[in-house]
């Protein structure tokens, strides 16, 4: 029997994947099944479960796979800004052009949703998106020190606070553009973005501002108080 060249198992299983990204973005994770995958991607039965023995691990391993690989493409684009604050809109352009590229193919960016509604129940899946979520505050974080180190920014900035917020931001767009549906405009979404870049970027020479304090109260919509008094009553 030939042996199979290793190349042949990347492609096979690139395939794979982009068939899983396809069906799980259309159908949802529940809803679609091995079989959606085996009919869409061409490919046998016996083939898919080779590289894959559930549809649980083919799930992770098609985010695990997308954040790699988008990273590693980021990563090649940023030494073309010559400033901070160019290499900052690099990124968001670049996480725009990623939702622009999974839309194309089918998936959009709702795998990511369905990522975080497996998140609860799948610890696999939490897991990868504890590591996406680090990866992409790093490359935040990196580019702000890089930014206080030249000038650009001031020292007073909580570099870790402003990374994870930010890419939380650019998730929350995300679920904007899906919301929008049809409507959705790549524009809107640049602008939105932009926005709060272009604040950071005021900051430049402005003083640290005094302490926000944040108040909290319980809070409990009032159906849902009438529901537990009633429990409470019985």
């Given at each position: 029997?030939?042996?199979?060249s290793?190349?042949?198992?990347?492609q096979v299983?690139?395939?794979i994947?982009?068939?899983?990204?396809?069906e799980?973005g259309?159908r949802g994770?529940?809803?679609a099944?091995m079989q959606?995958?085996?009919?869409?991607?061409?490919?046998?039965?016996g083939?898919?479960?080779?590289y894959f023995?559930?549809?649980d691990?083919l799930f992770?391993a098609?985010?695990d796979?997308?954040v790699?690989?988008t990273?590693?493409?980021?990563?090649?684009?940023?030494?073309?800004?010559?400033?901070v604050?160019d290499?900052?809109?690099i990124a968001?352009?670049?996480f725009?052009?990623?939702?622009?590229?999974?839309?194309?193919?089918?998936?959009?960016?709702?795998?990511?949703?369905?990522a975080?509604?497996?998140?609860?129940?799948?610890a696999p899946?939490?897991?990868?998106l504890v590591r996406?979520r680090?990866?992409i505050?790093?490359?935040g974080r990196?580019?702000?020190?890089?930014?206080?180190a030249r000038g650009?920014l001031?020292d007073?900035?909580d570099?870790?606070a402003?990374a994870?917020?930010?890419?939380?931001?650019l998730d929350?767009?995300?679920?904007v553009g899906?919301e929008e549906?049809?409507?959705?405009?790549r524009?809107?979404a640049?602008?939105?973005?932009?926005?709060?870049?272009?604040l950071?970027?005021?900051?430049?020479?402005?003083?640290?501002?005094d302490?926000?304090?944040?108040?909290?109260?319980?809070?409990?919509?009032?159906w849902m108080?009438?529901?537990l008094q009633h429990?409470?009553a019985?």
């Amino acid at each position: 029997m030939p042996r199979v060249s290793q190349q042949h198992e990347q492609q096979v299983r690139q395939r794979i994947l982009v068939a899983a990204l396809c069906e799980f973005g259309e159908r949802g994770f529940h809803h679609a099944t091995m079989q959606d995958i085996v009919r869409r991607s061409g490919l046998s039965v016996g083939a898919i479960y080779t590289y894959f023995k559930s549809k649980d691990e083919l799930f992770v391993a098609m985010c695990d796979s997308t954040v790699e690989e988008t990273i590693d493409a980021l990563a090649a684009r940023l030494p073309a800004g010559s400033s901070v604050f160019d290499k900052l809109a690099i990124a968001i352009g670049f996480f725009l052009d990623t939702v622009d590229a999974f839309t194309s193919i089918g998936g959009g960016a709702s795998f990511l949703v369905h990522a975080w509604a497996e998140a609860d129940q799948e610890a696999p899946v939490r897991e990868m998106l504890v590591r996406r979520r680090e990866q992409i505050v790093t490359v935040g974080r990196m580019l702000l020190q890089e930014g206080i180190a030249r000038g650009e920014l001031p020292d007073w900035l909580d570099v870790d606070a402003l990374a994870t917020a930010y890419t939380a931001r650019l998730d929350g767009l995300t679920l904007v553009g899906l919301e929008e549906g049809a409507g959705y405009k790549r524009a809107d979404a640049e602008r939105r973005a932009v926005s709060i870049l272009q604040l950071l970027m005021a900051t430049a020479s402005a003083p640290k501002p005094d302490s926000v304090a944040m108040p909290s109260e319980p809070y409990v919509p009032g159906w849902m108080a009438e529901h537990l008094q009633h429990r409470q009553a019985s």
